[in-house]
T-cell receptor
Framework: DAGVTQSPTHLIKTRGQQVTLRCSPI?????VSWYQQVLGQGPQFIFQ???????GRGNFPDRFSARQFPNYSSELNVNALLLGDSALYLCASSLRAANPNLGNNSPLHFGNGTRLTVT | EDKVVQSPLSLVVHEGDTVTLNCSYEVTNFRSLLWYKQEKKAPTFLFMLTSSGIEKKSGRLSSILDKKELFSILNITATQTGDSAVYLCAVVGTGNQFYFGTGTSLTVIP
């Protein structure tokens, strides 16, 4: 089975432009999360989606948006790019929903990420 | 504020050494603690811990959680060059959100 797949692998944009990153989860996984990882730091939570609904949002500006499609794939959009948006953007999928009433979490399974460089 | 702190930030050892990586946390509504290994891109899952005092083991790697003192350790025995990576600790809290530490960069010298 394929793991989490992300595209593109690398992207170079200039300040002010917009970017769309794509992610396909592991087959059978309904929850997709997005993380931003700046060099030398751990991944920072951006969004979590389950069954096409946003279930969590990290401390990121409104320039960041996302959505999940009926096939559970997801897109992350970033508008009005800033130099500080340069990072590795990781997508992760998991079996469990973002429902605190469910049992223990299943682990996140990460894709290889999209390396975004803003110049 | 929820936070996860890992130490040391970096570590250089020789092959065959044993290392201990630390992770302390302050996270609301703790659900679980996970360890990941990140070599170049995708972090890969190592362990998930939910109960205190129960050691999880996989080959030369082992990990244990102390929920009273709010920390976990990851041990690697007989280190090999292939163990060189960044080791990330993540804690799951309110709303099943994952909080990651900054990681420990491990370099194993032949």
């Amino acid at each position: 089975d394929a793991g989490v797949t992300q595209s593109p692998t690398h992207l170079i944009k200039t300040r002010g432009q917009q970017v769309t990153l794509r992610c396909s989860p592991i087959s059978g996984h309904k929850s997709v999360s997005w993380y931003q990882q700046v060099l030398g730091q751990g991944p920072q939570f951006i969004f979590q989606y389950y069954e096409k609904e946003e279930r969590g949002r990290g401390n990121f500006p409104d320039r960041f948006s996302a959505r999940q499609f009926p096939n559970y794939s997801s897109e992350l959009n970033v508008n009005a790019l800033l130099l500080g948006d340069s990072a590795l953007y990781l997508c992760a999928s998991s079996l469990r929903a973002a429902n605190p009433n469910l049992g223990n979490n299943s682990p996140l399974h990460f894709g290889n990420g999209t390396r975004l460089t803003v110049t | 504020e929820d936070k996860v702190v890992q130490s040391p930030l970096s570590l250089v050892v020789h092959e065959g050494d044993t290392v201990t990586l630390n992770c302390s946390y302050e996270v609301t509504n703790f659900r679980s603690l996970l360890w990941y290994k990140q070599e170049k891109k995708a972090p890969t899952f190592l362990f998930m811990l939910t109960s205190s005092g129960i050691e999880k083991k996989s080959g030369r790697l082992s990990s244990i959680l102390d929920k009273k003192e709010l920390f976990s350790i990851l041990n690697i025995t007989a280190t090999q060059t292939g163990d060189s990576a960044v080791y990330l600790c993540a804690v799951v809290g309110t709303g099943n959100q994952f909080y990651f530490g900054t990681g420990t960069s491990l370099t194993v010298i032949p």
